[in-house]
């Protein structure tokens, strides 16, 4: 047995998130989880049902430039970076394989991961065309970027994130260590990026949404870090849609897992 | 009655093109067109039908992100930039309206257009991700860009394009003015531009294919000369896909229409 790492992008619009639901595999049932049809696609390899281990869940219409996942395989017979054409040539064509390799036994994508890393894209000041407003929130206005970098040092260290945790998070602890975050622009994009050891349900989305609404109010940063520091949900500003959100990139402890 | 002129964009990946195709209005019709769409959101503003014309048709699956189109209204009670909300408040999230404005009576988005503008969108070098691949055309090497242009100088100004036509075109003339025609980096994408006085079918897609067919092959500009001159279609190299396509603007004799 050997145990692969995938290197995973997928466009979220049409799915109900990465997990696989319960009851997926009831053809009458409509959710369709990255994680299901990934294993459908592994199961067709190996004439036999394999399981698939994200770093993470990401929701129902999220994106992901570089989601991982692993299995575990008794197919020996190919170069591991061979599951990429493989896997592709099964898949649809809004899931994309993007690297395969071997990796320890014993390797965890969920467990190993050191630091995920999101990004938020926005298009500003005017109206987004619909190939843009797939993957981006249109913002009629470009808020003060110094302002809302002055919020995110806010973040940085071992942060309380009660404020930004989704109304359905059932997390034990809702300390994170965020190690980065900041807003930036590149291209025609406002792009908000922020890499944490893990991450609360809806934290990016909440945390992005409580800073655009406080910067549009200039809300000055000191009574921001009291508002965080409040663990009061109800201060936090709205949580934003989904189609704005990727899953950017996952390191481990290890180059490679390996 | 006042003429009415709509710039709009749209995700082309759901249509089957700009163009309304006959016995659409048969509900068990699959065919969805961008202009039967947005005809029957006028319908519904007007409560009787209204006739909608393109500056031209887009194949399926072409997007927009400048076409413009015109119709006759009699709803003289609003100011003509209200249509913009009122028609995105009844279309699908695949088309947006961008602009309205009153132009002369006479106005026609087609035979008043003076110049179209088409892009088409490229991913050199990697795999294209799944957000990216809706819109582009991934290509694994990133090809001569100085190459590519010096075909492109070969164009400008008034051409015999029949090399290039689709086989089912159906112009009298094939012969085009060409305004400007170039190959460029923006952001992480490669770009070909190209604006001429009209298009034949298929004929940017030819072009692009055309010109990477024979770039890959290093074929010296004054060779592709004698080719685009033969008029030989056989000569051509492959049509591109319509995913990775743009028509990006119009322009009219006198600015807006008006």
Redesign the interface.
């Known amino acids: 047995m050997r145990t692969i790492k995938l290197l995973i992008?997928?466009?979220g619009t049409d799915f109900c998130g990465w997990q696989r639901q319960a009851g997926q595999d009831i053809p009458s049932q409509k959710a369709r989880s990255v994680q299901a049809v990934i294993e459908a696609a592994l199961e067709q390899m190996h004439t036999r049902p394999v399981a698939l281990a994200g770093s993470g869940r990401t929701d129902s219409g999220v994106?992901a430039?570089g989601q991982v996942a692993h299995f575990h395989t008794d197919i020996d017979s190919i170069p591991p970076d061979r599951f990429v054409p493989a896997l592709n040539g099964l898949l649809p064509?809004?899931?994309?394989i993007?690297d395969a390799a071997a990796v320890r036994p014993d390797f965890h994508a969920r467990f190993d991961a050191r630091m995920r890393t999101y990004r938020y894209h926005f298009i500003c000041g005017r109206?987004?065309?619909?190939?843009e407003?797939?993957?981006a929130l249109q913002l009629w206005q470009m808020p003060s970027i110094d302002l809302l970098n002055a919020y995110c040092r806010l973040l940085v260290g071992e942060r309380d994130c009660s404020i930004f945790a989704g109304a359905g998070d059932a997390s034990l602890s809702r300390s994170r260590y965020i190690f980065h975050a900041a807003f930036f622009v590149?291209?025609n994009r406002l792009i908000f990026e922020i890499s944490a050891n893990a991450f609360l349900w809806k934290m990016v989305r909440s945390i992005a949404g409580t800073f655009l609404h406080y910067g549009e109010r200039n809300t000055p940063p000191e009574r921001l870090r009291d508002i965080i520091a409040s663990g009061d949900r109800s201060l936090a500003g709205p949580t934003l849609p989904p189609q704005g959100l990727?899953l950017w990139k996952v390191d481990y402890y290890v180059a490679n897992g390996q």
Chains 1, 2 share one sequence.
């Open positions: 992008a997928y466009d994106h430039a064509q809004d899931i994309r993007l109206r987004a065309l619909p190939h407003s797939r993957y590149e291209g990727f």
